[in-house]
């Protein structure tokens, strides 16, 4: 009975969530079609914004990924890659491609320790674009050192292997110009590159992967970034921006010790800092989430590389659990301390432990005679509907907002694959919680093997 009570309660949040997000969604929509983000790209009113882009083993993409990022629609920005000790030709290309040389005096205004900085390297022709070559300390360390170097008080954090739209930055700015006072982070939504036509560090046809590792994550970021996410920010109770891209005033982030390094989980720990800091403090704020700024990232397309990611979030997800346990139950810090970090907990960090006890309870009561085996029958296929009609409601989500999936192929494609998630995957996203647990409890902090494949590899696939 426990079991089948988690999964309704579980299931009742959930869409409780999602109807948050239909709530939002007509402003969203407005808000997409009718802004006049082409004025605002040329103001001199819009704040200059500092992209930190860390980057480790990716020469496959970097380049691409940086010539994206110097032609988007935004008056004042710089670039700064961050090469985090790479063992490849990462730091090589860029200086090949841009003609870079190594700055004698710097200008390295922050103060937040990190590993040591080798050089940073830079080319007046191209005056935003500066590269820093630092020893290995991973991500957030990366970020660190980003932070150390930029020149201005907005920093957006970009993946190595994602590319933006080109009004992206400007229609997150555009947000953050509404309330600039108490706006602090604003995170982006983050769709799957993979099967889309990709020319000139940009997607030029929108289309759906076509291998099944891919295609099944792209089910998965809809109903987490538009089911889910604009629920949160709905409320104020979003706990992660995608460290994928994200944007945040820089005296906040430096005020609450940068980002943690050391273990993955560092988008969400930046978060729950800050909603830590502004509460404590008894500053008013705000963590919003930004549907229509897109950024397309390679998602992982084979067993290996997709299993170390979820273990990697498993670990991370755990640690700041642990860490901010604190928090939970704390009427101090409001929504999140009384909605998000205990819903976090009870059904995202111990989903796996509830959902294995209970299957194995009921499979147990139906072999004792204990229960009929209809009943076991109903309960899987009422946690199968639930499930899947939360999936379906964030592609109408897409539908309503913003159909960039054009195909009436592709809308038959991901109901497909909204139900085909739940045969398989679905059960390996649960074992690759409980590994990544199982990691943390013995010290594992292996980031895990990412391999990359170029953008145009990507667009002769598609």
Not at 195 to 223: D, H, T
Request: hydrophobic letters at 40%.
């Amino acid at each position: 009975m426990v079991a089948i009570y988690y999964v309704m309660i579980v299931n009742v949040l959930y869409f409780t969530i999602m109807g948050l997000s239909y709530r939002s969604i007509s402003t969203i929509s407005r808000r997409t079609k009718y802004s006049s983000y082409n004025t605002l790209s040329g103001s001199e009113l819009v704040p200059p914004v500092s992209l930190l882009v860390p980057a480790y083993n990716e020469e496959l993409t970097i380049i691409e990924n940086v010539y994206c990022l110097m032609t988007l629609n935004y008056p004042t920005y710089e670039v700064i890659v961050i090469n985090d000790g790479s063992s490849d030709q990462t730091l090589s290309v860029l200086i090949s491609e841009f003609k870079l040389e190594r700055m004698a005096n710097p200008d390295i205004r922050g103060t937040i320790e990190t590993q040591n900085v080798r050089g940073i390297y830079h080319n007046s022709d191209y005056p935003h674009l500066f590269i820093i070559d630092k020893e290995n300390g991973g991500k957030a360390d990366s970020l660190n050192a980003g932070i150390n170097l930029s020149h201005y008080p907005l920093i957006s954090s970009i993946d190595a292997d994602s590319l933006l739209e080109k009004d992206a930055l400007i229609r997150m700015a555009r947000m953050y110009m509404e309330n600039p006072e108490e706006t602090v982070a604003i995170g982006g939504d983050v769709r799957i590159a993979n099967g889309c036509l990709i020319e000139n560090g940009a997607v030029q046809k929108v289309s759906l992967p076509r291998k099944i590792w891919p295609m099944f994550q792209s089910i998965e970021y809809l109903k987490a970034f538009l089911g889910g996410r604009i629920g949160w920010s709905r409320m104020n109770g979003l706990i992660i921006v995608s460290g994928a891209f994200g944007l945040f005033r820089k005296d906040y982030v430096i005020a609450v010790g940068g980002y943690r390094g050391g273990y993955p989980g560092e988008d969400m720990n930046i978060i729950i800092k800050l909603h830590r800091y502004m509460l404590s403090h008894k500053l008013p704020y705000k963590v919003a989430f930004c549907p229509e700024a897109v950024c397309w990232t390679q998602a992982p397309d084979s067993y290996k590389i997709i299993s170390n990611q979820r273990k990697r979030w498993g670990r991370g997800n755990l640690k700041n659990m642990i860490e901010n346990r604190g928090m939970l139950f704390n009427p101090k810090y409001k929504v999140m301390g009384m909605i998000t970090m205990p819903y976090n907990v009870l059904f995202e960090t111990l989903n796996p432990y509830f959902r294995i006890t209970g299957l194995l309870a009921l499979i147990g009561y139906t072999l004792l005679d204990m229960t009929h085996w209809r009943i076991l029958l109903t309960f899987f296929l009422l946690n199968f509907l639930s499930g899947y009609l939360l999936s379906v409601g964030a592609i109408v989500l897409e539908e309503i907002a913003f159909r960039r999936y054009k195909k009436l192929s592709d809308l038959w494609k991901m109901l497909l694959f909204s139900a085909l998630k739940f045969v398989g995957y679905h059960q390996l996203g649960v074992l690759w919680r409980v590994q990544g647990h199982i990691q943390y409890l013995r010290k594992n902090n292996s980031w895990g093997t990412m391999t990359r494949q170029s953008w145009k590899e990507e667009s002769k696939a598609a």
